[in-house]
């Protein structure tokens, strides 16, 4: 079977037909989604700040991280969730957005520029975790993270203008 085939197969569900008869239950998990962003890109920018050297100077960085990283997490886990609800409600037209694809792939780089973070640069942070100026790997992460969280939005806000899409 085909990628486009078990799309469709979703598509067919109770579940994705449920969620795209109800005239609620997509408003307000759309909803749902949208604040989990708010929630997660908030303090994932107030983070990547602190790694810049912008934001948050006087505090150590992994004082930072004790307070925002929770956060960041349930806002993380709120938005994964009703994203994964969300694309249920018309796989097949999310499959075949151009813009869906971007944002898959943005999160796929943000997730590997998060995984690559903390595998190296942040495993010494002992070493500068009161500097002012973090070294220039998690000055690097923190900045590809803003990049890509502002892709991923962008991209996911063009999801609707899809100027491709021939089904529509």
């Known amino acids: 079977m085909s990628l486009l085939g078990v799309m469709r197969w979703i598509a067919a569900t109770p579940w994705s037909v449920a969620l795209r008869e109800s005239i609620f ?11 989990g ?5 908030g303090i994932s920018a ?6 810049l050297g912008v934001g948050f ?21 709120l938005m994964m969730i009703s994203g994964v609800i969300t694309f249920l409600n018309d796989p097949v037209r999310y ?6 694809r971007v944002k898959m792939i943005m999160l796929v780089l943000a997730g590997v520029n998060a995984w690559i973070f903390h595998a190296t640069v942040f495993r010494s942070v002992t070493q500068w975790d ?10 690097l992460a ?6 890509l969280w502002a892709l991923i939005i962008t991209a996911g806000r063009m999801i609707a203008y899809n100027w491709f899409d021939k089904s529509r």
Do not use: K
Not at 37 to 41: E, G, K, M
Not at 46 to 51: I, S
Not at 142 to 147: I, N
């Open 95 to 100: 499959y075949n957005n151009i813009f869906f």
């Open 130 to 139: 009161a500097r002012t100026r973090p070294p220039l790997g998690a000055r």
């Open 25 to 35: 239950a997509y408003p307000i998990i759309e909803s749902i989604h949208v604040l």
């Open 57 to 77: 100077a006087r505090t150590y960085v992994t004082d930072a991280a004790e307070r925002l990283v929770p956060w960041m997490r349930a806002g993380f886990a």
């Open 46 to 51: 107030m983070w990547d700040l602190r790694l």
């Open 142 to 147: 923190g900045a590809a993270s803003l990049l």
């Open 37 to 41: 962003i708010c929630l997660f890109v």
